[in-house]
């Protein structure tokens, strides 16, 4: 259905297009009431799915049908659903809702803002841990207070959750920062308007950017270094928010029966954030970053039968055999240790004996700071060549100290060739 609406208004050129966000931005001609009519219709046709597919699988399973006829009964196309589901790894913390079941209730339960919480996932066979935290939402799901507001789907799936990104009103997700490499199921849930609300990591760190009025973040920053407070903090942090933001939006509902606010989250969300996070950025970054790269190299690598090949396979053999007989002949250094002052001027030459390799070696001074116990990378700066005797060459660098504070340096000598791509293609390093 969004696919044949993006089709209808950004053009039959778009789908060559996915990553240009110009194309995107048409999505605010689009009525706010077809936004709704097309949201509704994903609504239901998740909620029709939970009814068919599981009131057969939880009557097999947990017995007693009553209950069973009264929490499908209980799915509400006009709550504000939000759906929580991935893998049970235990570091996505989809315990994380549960930790004030008192408030939690309040949420659900207030009569006229009805909101509901669909779950879903599974947990490695071999993760105990992650079982217990799906036991545990099946067992709340069970309480009187919650039954029918919190519901647990099992067996995901991608036809689940298929049905889950494109049907919520709002997509949930509370990872420990920063262990979410990305969190690909929000990205799904961006294309079929429904917003994300997430802790700020993995891909909604990227995308949050683009936009504010499209979404809800936590903060990425961690105020506890102890794990349980601030999973306290996150989750009274997502209480609040949704009663005091998300719900209020969502509710602000007009006499055609829906939110123009929250019709404008949605589109900024598809025209802002979207184009970002399709395949086809992804791959465009990796042709230009990557492929076409590699492609030069290669076609570089292989003509005249391998030439530049073989001419790198012997330098790296000479550096190689000579490389432990490289030594130091001299280091004269101006830099004073005792009273070094911020703006002084400083030269330190290095003599190496190079074993026959001339200026197939360089030399780097490496400076770093010492923060809080941690040691801290500033910077490095090059020698240049500036005599040659026999096997002997000298090495200059004349620079200044640019900053104040306590630095700690060293210099190392590495094998240098323009034909190598990056140093790690050939990692030799010795530091003097
Ligand atoms: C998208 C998807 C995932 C991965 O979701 P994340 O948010 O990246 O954890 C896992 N399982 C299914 C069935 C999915 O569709």
């Known amino acids: 259905e969004w696919k044949a609406l993006y089709e209808e208004t950004f053009g039959k050129d778009f789908f060559q297009h996915q990553s240009d966000t110009k194309f995107w931005e048409k999505i605010y001609t689009v009525s706010d009431e077809d936004i709704w009519n097309l949201r509704m219709t994903m609504k239901n046709k998740f909620i029709n799915f939970v009814r068919r597919d599981f009131r057969e699988k939880w009557l097999k399973n947990q017995g007693d049908p009553s209950r069973i006829m009264s929490i499908v009964d209980k799915i509400n196309p006009n709550a504000l659903i939000i759906g929580f589901a991935r893998r049970f790894a235990t570091y996505k913390r989809a315990h994380l809702l549960f930790s004030d079941l008192d408030r939690l209730s309040a949420i659900v339960n207030n009569p006229q803002f009805p909101v509901q919480f669909i779950f879903s996932g599974k947990a490695h066979p071999a993760d105990g841990a992650g079982q217990g935290l799906i036991k545990r939402i099946m067992e709340i799901s069970r309480m009187p207070q919650f039954l029918g507001k919190i519901i647990f789907l099992e067996n995901y799936d991608m036809i689940v959750a298929k049905r889950l990104v494109s049907g919520v009103d709002i997509w949930l997700n509370t990872p420990t920062r920063p262990l979410e490499a990305s969190g690909t199921s929000g990205e799904k849930a961006e294309m079929n308007g429904v917003l994300n609300f997430s802790v700020l990591d993995g891909w909604w760190y990227e995308g949050y950017k683009f936009c504010k009025q499209a979404g809800w973040a936590l903060t990425e920053k961690r105020t506890f270094t102890d794990q349980s407070q601030q999973d306290k903090l996150d989750a009274a942090t997502i209480y609040s928010m949704l009663e005091n933001e998300i719900v209020p939006l969502y509710f602000a509902k007009n006499s055609k029966g829906y939110s123009p606010e929250w019709i404008q989250y949605i ?98 001074q490496v400076v770093y700071k010492v923060e809080d116990g941690i040691e801290k990378m500033v910077g490095t700066e090059p020698f240049k060549v500036v005599g040659h005797d026999g096997n002997i060459v000298t090495y200059e660098l004349k620079n200044k100290l640019r900053e104040a504070g306590v630095f700690r340096y060293a210099f190392r000598i590495y094998p240098t060739n323009a034909l190598l791509p990056h140093r790690q293609d050939f990692a030799y390093v010795r530091w003097i």
């Open 267 to 364: 589109k900024n969300s598809i025209a802002k954030i979207a184009p970002h996070f399709t395949m086809k950025r992804m791959i465009d970054d990796y042709i230009e970053r990557f492929y076409d790269k590699e492609a030069k190299r290669s076609k570089k690598l292989v003509a005249h039968d391998y030439a530049v090949a073989k001419e790198i396979v012997e330098w790296k053999e000479k550096v190689a055999a000579a490389w432990d007989g490289v030594s130091v002949v001299s280091i004269n250094e101006t830099i004073d240790h005792n009273s070094p002052k911020t703006g002084e001027a400083y030269s330190t030459e290095i003599k190496l004996d190079t074993n026959g390799l001339g200026t197939s070696l360089a030399i780097e």
